[in-house]
């Protein structure tokens, strides 16, 4: 059985820094990129970064780039997101996600996580 | 960058058709999928790969894909339809992965 669990999400004034956790079990971790993504208050979804396999690929979105820093260690099957410098524009649920890029281009975020509430406010 | 349009709603009575539309650039060649999200929950996939049902989804479900128009189409929709449905695509020239805004399903 898949699971994502997120952690670490809080009320932080702004400027302020919070790290997010997701833990995975029940799959091969490391055979995934893994992917945050944020969606605020009654809006949409929002991408916000991803690693490949093994970490050697990351990308950021604009909104987040030079403020958040995604990681991964494959051998406790751990994601995180390091986020400093936060705005009032970050708070958002934040979720971890699977995929893979097959034959076929990229798979679906076929599991997710319950995701973690990240307030920014003074 | 590349940008998907959704209508931001659809109302439509049981047991007839929704259809919510995901509008894109050429997105023909692109891609799609599509994701449910209820109230309170985490997004779950519904259709993959343009056409395709995950598991424990039923035929009624369907998608389609071609020209600048993605759409994902509910037949006989029912109270336990309504949600919200975003399609999902990769930008390869950004090499990242765009959302539509979404769609919220009414079942009246």
């Known amino acids: 059985q898949v699971h994502l669990v997120e952690s670490g999400g809080g009320l932080v004034k702004p400027g302020g820094s919070l790290r997010l956790s997701c833990a995975a079990s029940?799959?091969?971790?490391?055979?995934?990129?893994m992917t945050w993504i944020r969606q605020a208050p009654g809006k949409g979804l929002e991408w916000v970064s991803h690693?490949?396999?093994?970490?050697?690929?990351?990308s950021y979105a604009d909104s987040v780039k030079g403020r958040f820093t995604i990681s991964r260690d494959n051998a406790y099957n751990s994601l995180d997101l390091e986020m400093n410098r936060l705005r009032a524009e970050d708070t958002a649920i934040y979720y971890c996600?699977?995929?893979?890029?097959?034959?076929?281009?990229?798979?679906?975020?076929?599991?997710w996580g319950q995701g973690t509430l990240v307030t920014v406010s003074s | 960058s590349y940008v998907l349009t959704q209508p931001p709603a659809v109302s439509v009575a049981p047991g007839q058709t929704a259809r919510v539309t995901c509008e894109g650039d050429?997105?023909?060649?692109?891609?799609v999928h599509w994701y449910q999200q209820r109230p309170g929950q985490a997004p779950v996939v519904f259709i993959y790969?343009?056409?395709n049902r995950p598991s424990g989804i039923p035929d009624r479900i369907s998608g389609s894909n071609s020209g600048n128009m993605a759409t994902l189409t509910i037949n006989r929709v029912d109270a336990g339809d309504e949600a919200d449905y975003y399609c999902?695509?990769?930008?390869?020239?950004?090499?990242?992965?765009?959302f539509g805004g979404g769609t919220k399903l009414t079942v009246l």
């Open positions: 029940g799959f091969a971790f490391s055979d995934y990129y």
């Open positions: 690693i490949s396999t093994a970490g050697l690929i990351i």
């Open positions: 790969q343009d056409t």
């Open positions: 999902h695509v990769w930008d390869s020239d950004r090499s990242r992965p765009v």
């Open positions: 050429n997105i023909g060649v692109k891609s």
């Open positions: 996600a699977r995929s893979r890029i097959t034959s076929s281009g990229w798979d679906p975020y076929d599991y």
